[in-house]
């Protein structure tokens, strides 16, 4: 039987919020939406910190928005 993986729980998070609606926005921009788990206007969710969530949020900066 292998081993099985734990979660870090000393993981950095980052918590963002959808502020731009995704209606008549290019197809790329929706999946990446969807990628961070998005969709709808003003959501919320908690990702970890990483470089992929990073740089998802930088192509989106007209759409979503760090919260402290």
């Given at each position: 039987?292998?081993?099985?993986?734990?979660?870090?729980?000393?993981?950095?998070?980052?918590?963002?919020?959808?502020?731009?609606?995704?209606?008549?926005?290019p197809f790329k921009q929706?999946?990446?939406?969807?990628?961070?788990?998005?969709?709808?206007?003003?959501?919320?969710?908690t990702l970890q910190d990483?470089?992929?969530?990073?740089?998802?949020?930088?192509?989106?900066?007209?759409?979503?928005?760090?919260?402290?």
């Amino acid at each position: 039987m292998a081993p099985t993986k734990t979660a870090k729980t000393d993981a950095k998070t980052i918590t963002i919020k959808q502020i731009g609606s995704p209606i008549r926005r290019p197809f790329k921009q929706k999946a990446m939406l969807i990628g961070l788990g998005l969709g709808k206007m003003h959501r919320v969710v908690t990702l970890q910190d990483t470089a992929e969530v990073r740089g998802t949020i930088a192509r989106l900066p007209h759409m979503v928005q760090i919260v402290d």
